[in-house]
């Protein structure tokens, strides 16, 4: 009787910092391009959006950039839009930072002189909003929500679309595996991060 021989692939062997790349190339130009979509189908009109009446995060206190971040970063993905960082101020005196400030990603519009060549293209989403969120840092290191402009010219993002948001990106390595087998096996990464609904853009 002949003897059969399996064959188990370990789920790293599918986690290569080439696979990995190709991996997050792939999220990234497939969720530009649909959230390019969307925003464009969402953008037929002039809006004015405001996120709230009164802003939640006036005088909240964090510790550390990382914090302010995530702080905002979770707000934003409640409300429906993408966040990225802005200014930083610096004192002159001592050199440690004074004040941050973190800005809606449709904030300004792209330098298509500082233009780079990248893997995929990026699509352009930016409308010049002028949303954002300044915190005010003392020298023992509290950083204060002092101004939050909560002004957006454009349409919130729907909920079951919001995984496809660029600062909403948290994956692990586990899903970074899981990803990799799906990816080897043929199949679309796309496809699963919106039936699994990450938060990955």
């Not at 964090?62 to 990225?84: H, L, P, Q, T, W």
Request: net charge positive.
């Amino acid at each position: 009787m002949a003897s059969s021989v399996s064959t188990l692939c370990s789920m790293d062997d599918f986690t290569s910092k080439a696979s990995i790349d190709a991996i997050l190339a792939e999220i990234n130009a497939d969720n530009s391009s649909l959230l390019s979509a969307l925003m464009k189908e969402l953008s037929k009109e002039v809006v004015v959006v405001e996120e709230a009446s009164a802003s939640e995060l006036m005088l909240k206190e964090v510790r550390s950039d990382d914090e302010a971040y995530e702080m905002y970063n979770d707000y934003a993905f409640r409300k429906g839009f993408s966040i990225r960082k802005g200014l930083i101020r610096t004192s002159r005196k001592t050199g440690l930072w004074i004040m941050r400030r973190f800005l809606c990603s449709n904030s300004g519009f792209k330098d298509v002189k500082k233009e780079t060549l990248r893997k995929y293209e990026r699509s352009e989403l930016r409308t010049g909003c002028t949303a954002f969120i300044s915190f005010s840092i003392t020298n023992d290191g509290v950083w204060t929500v002092v101004r939050h402009n909560m002004t957006h010219n454009h349409h919130m993002i729907p909920a079951d679309k919001r995984y496809l948001l660029r600062s909403q990106r948290d994956i692990t390595r586990e899903q970074l595996k899981y990803l990799s087998a799906m990816k080897a096996s043929g199949c679309r990464v796309s496809d699963f991060l919106s039936a699994r609904s990450w938060r990955i853009s």
